[in-house]
């Protein structure tokens, strides 16, 4: 059996600030790396093996 999800901890100080900050400020990726994640993708999707 599964064990529960734990409540999700609360930030304060400079941790809630960071986190705030790179919430406010997202870098968007260029088409060649989304290009390049999906290439990489593609190919770990093809030798995956998992049983079903």
């Known amino acids: 059996m599964a064990r529960p ?3 999700t ?3 304060y100080g ?3 600030a ?3 900050y790179n919430m406010r400020h997202v870098q968007k990726i260029s088409q ?3 290009e390049r994640q999906r290439k990489a993708y593609e190919w770990m999707k093809s030798i995956a093996t998992f049983q079903i």
């Open 5 to 7: 999800i734990a409540e």
């Open 32 to 34: 060649e790396e989304k």
């Open 9 to 11: 901890p609360i930030l």
């Open 14 to 16: 400079e941790d809630a």
């Open 18 to 20: 960071r986190f705030m």
